[in-house]
């Protein structure tokens, strides 16, 4: 098995956007975290957060200024994923295009593979 590294997960220029205006109400060298979790509808879920500061083993995206921080466990389930921010009707929020998830339920926050 490779390796999954933090440069095979890509933010978009909104993610970016809005996780920079997220953190800039925070202490410097604060971090916006995405995780998986298990639970949720489909079997595994996506957590987002804000830490102070990144661990020492979590993997780094950056962009624009945007620094997200994805923990060990969670990298492999993300290979390949762009983390999105979308404001519509439906309301805002982030969203995680996964192509690993052969399924996922109606509010994209849970998903299985």
């Known amino acids: 098995m490779t390796a999954t590294l933090a440069?095979?997960?890509a933010l978009t220029e909104q993610a970016a956007k809005r996780i920079v205006a997220l953190l800039s109400h925070e202490a410097p060298g604060a971090v916006f975290r995405v995780s998986?979790?298990?639970g949720g509808c489909s079997g595994f879920q996506y957590q987002f957060a804000i830490d102070a500061?990144?661990?020492a083993?979590?993997?780094l995206v950056e962009r624009?200024?945007?620094?997200?921080?994805i923990d060990p466990a969670s990298i492999g389930?993300?290979?390949g994923?762009?983390?999105d921010f979308v404001d519509d009707l439906m309301g805002q929020s982030f969203r995680v295009e996964n192509p690993n998830a052969t399924a996922s339920c109606g509010c994209?926050?849970?998903f299985s593979i």
């Open 108 to 110: 994209g926050t849970s």
């Open 64 to 69: 624009d200024g945007a620094r997200v921080a």
């Open 81 to 83: 994923s762009k983390i």
């Open 57 to 59: 083993e979590d993997a």
């Open 77 to 79: 389930f993300l290979a």
């Open 53 to 55: 500061a990144p661990r």
């Open 7 to 9: 440069s095979d997960v």
């Open 36 to 38: 998986v979790e298990g």
